[in-house]
Nanobody
Framework: QLQLVESGGGLVQPGGSLRLSCAAS????????IGWFRQAPGKEREGVSC????????NYGDSAKGRFTISRDNAKNTVYLQMNSLKPEDTAVYYC???????????????????????WGKGTLVTVSS
């Protein structure tokens, strides 16, 4: 059974950091572009970042640039999202997703659109609040 499982979410104060993990089971992430997305209450799902199958190419949405870093460890079948300088507006459920062909993406940022992703995790909640 193909499965993506996110972890690492929680409550953090503004200015703090969190590292999210996305672990795959039932398939290898080696051949997939992996994206991180987030969805705040009442808002559309937003692309945050993505990383190519080799890890050699990364892209970030405007809200993540300069603060978030995506990385992957194919040996561990896991992708990470390091989030620094967190702001209250970063509060959302964060999802990871796998894309087989990287064909639907925002040309301005290189981040895939959520509707083009093939497999999804169930999400992890990040709350930034004092």
């Amino acid at each position: 059974q193909l499965q993506l499982v996110e972890s690492g979410g929680g409550l953090v104060q503004p200015g703090g950091s969190l590292r999210l993990s996305c672990a795959a089971s039932g398939f290898s992430l080696d051949y997939y572009t992996i994206g991180w997305f987030r969805q705040a209450p009442g808002k559309e799902r937003e692309g945050v970042s993505c990383i190519s199958s080799s890890g050699g190419s990364t892209n970030y949405g405007d809200s993540a640039k300069g603060r978030f870093t995506i990385s992957r460890d194919n040996a561990k079948n896991t992708v990470y999202l390091q989030m620094n300088s967190l702001k209250p507006e970063d509060t959302a459920v964060y999802y990871c997703a796998a894309d087989e062909d990287y064909s639907d993406y925002d040309v301005a940022t290189g981040v895939p659109f959520y509707y083009g992703m093939d497999y999804w995790g169930k999400g992890t909640l990040v709350t930034v609040s004092s």
